[in-house]
């Protein structure tokens, strides 16, 4: 080193590591989950959702258990490959109605959202509805709020192990049985039940049963909120069907802010405060945990419970109600008076749902009222497509399968058309009895003259026509092979 740096300071300064060195210890990825224990309510919107809780649970359970006529009122058989929908027989190549059904759902959810946001959540949906039905059994064995965080926060006894195991075993037989009713769908209930009792029921059977109960309970059980928080999809795209006329739960920030608590009958305006006391019900009772004074949140289910909960604080205060509501954006922003609502459902997004709603459903109704119980498969003998008959004529082999899906039996008188004096024989005579929700495979042989047809391939019609029942009658197009 040179003499003349030699009494110069130095200066060390550490070097600073670079970012991807840095071990981020305290640094949490994911936040953990904190249990809800939601606190029971009384009050208006409780009483809807509790009235669609028993309809929709009545529905489901109810229905297999129902007859029309003979059979299930509604009835999946994937094993004979027939859909039973009241008095409507589905096949496999009804998949068209199906394909109606999802496109009805789903703009039926859009315009209902567009206009009532997540009112589907709130009271019809299953995981809000078994979700209900778990923490009613909860608070019925393990008791309300406070009693539940006491027992989850006290020692591991003997009165903690019961309590739980009698919680757990009452949610297990309503999700046993659930997953039970799910499979009566699909296996006559009643067949079931009888299978169930004598510990004889298939494979599949007892792997759905036990699946869709196991799911039952877990999600209803144990997952709850963080089904509709995470695992939902409607959740993330129901902004998209939002505006600021789409209805909401709101918390009305003007007349609640600034909060803060107070003894009733004080005069908290001359102190600055507004109608909200700050305590916190409107949180406790909300069954996936958010604060509804902190605006609209994508977790909010539309339940109204806070309102329950905000009304009745707001009545033991003499305060008006509304604090917390169900309103608009722009009604809250005083675009238009509340009771000017209802004159601003006719959108323009809300036309264009209803319009394709409306299309759809006229369809499948039209179809539905058109649609013949008799459906008939036309298939060539492809070994032979000609043959020359000993009289000289010239013969197509068929075979055509004739599907009734009515409810009783008919006999089919079969005829062909298309070319001049075709002759039409079948390998089971001249009538072809078809039993109820049945069907019969026929072996036809056409026959024509020679001259009246040429090389190559002519178009021919089968004509299919219940003897028993003249409207009864199926038309198909085929084709006849000449010389």
């Keep these: 080193m040179s003499q003349s740096f030699k009494n110069i300071p130095i200066k060390v300064v550490q070097a600073q590591p670079e970012e991807s060195d840095i071990e981020y210890e305290d640094r949490v990825l994911y936040a953990k989950a904190k249990k809800v224990y939601p606190r029971w309510v ?19 359970y109810g229905m297999p258990w129902l007859n029309w006529g003979e059979r299930q009122m509604l009835l999946f058989d994937l094993v004979s490959r027939k859909f039973y929908i009241f008095g409507f027989i589905f096949l496999p190549q009804d998949f068209i109605y199906l394909t109606a059904l999802l496109l009805m759902s789903a703009f039926g959810l859009f315009v209902w959202t567009s206009i009532g946001g997540r009112l589907w959540c709130g009271y019809s949906c299953p995981q809000t509805v078994y979700t209900e039905i778990f923490l009613w059994v909860e608070k019925w064995v393990e008791g ?19 309590i739980k195991y009698t919680k757990h075993a009452i949610w297990i037989l309503i999700a046993a049985w659930t997953g039970f009713t799910f499979v009566g769908y699909f296996t006559p209930i009643r067949e079931l039940g009888a299978e169930v009792l004598a510990w004889n029921t298939g494979p599949w059977e007892t792997f759905w049963i036990l699946f869709y109960g196991f799911a039952t309970y877990g999600n209803a059980g144990w997952m709850r909120e963080q089904v509709c928080k995470y695992m939902c999809p409607y959740a993330r795209f129901q902004s998209a069907m939002f505006d600021p006329d789409t209805l909401i739960i709101s918390y009305d920030a003007e007349r609640g802010e600034p909060r803060g608590s107070r003894k009733k009958g004080e005069d908290y305006k001359a102190e600055g405060k507004g109608d909200c006391i700050d305590c916190k019900l409107c949180v406790q009772v909300c069954p996936v945990g958010i604060d509804i004074r902190d605006g609209l949140q994508y977790e909010c289910i539309a339940c109204g419970a806070c309102i329950d909960a905000c009304d009745s604080i707001m009545d033991k205060m003499n305060y008006p109600r509304g604090l917390v509501r169900y309103t608009t954006e722009n009604a ?20 264009l749902y209803s319009a394709v709603l409306l299309v759809v459903a006229v369809s499948v109704v039209a179809s539905l009222l058109l649609k013949s119980p008799v459906k008939v498969n036309i298939m060539r003998d492809r070994n032979a ?24 039996g008919h006999r089919f008188i079969i005829r062909a058309d298309g070319l001049p004096d075709l002759k039409v024989l079948t390998d089971q005579g001249d009538i072809v009895e078809v039993p109820a929700n049945g069907s019969a495979q026929v072996g036809v042989r056409v026959q024509v003259e020679p001259q009246f047809v040429s090389r190559g391939s002519k178009k021919i019609y089968f004509e299919v026509q219940a003897a028993d029942d003249l409207t009864l009658k199926v038309r198909e197009k085929s084709s006849f092979i000449g010389q």
Excluded: C
């Excluded at 010239?394 to 899906?405: G, H």
């Design 144 to 162: 309300d709020r406070m009693a539940r965080m006491k027992l989850d926060n006290g020692p591991m006894n003997f009165r903690r192990l019961r």
């Design 385 to 408: 497509l000609v043959r020359e008959t000993d009289e000289g004529l010239l013969e197509n082999s068929y075979r055509l399968q004739i599907q009734n899906t009515d409810e009783t």
């Design 42 to 60: 009384t009050g208006r919107f409780t009483q809807w959702r509790w009235f669609w809780l028993v309809a929709t649970q009545l529905f489901f």
């Design 332 to 351: 809250l922003a005083h675009k238009y008076p509340e009771s000017e609502i209802a004159n601003h459902v006719l959108r323009p997004r809300v036309i």
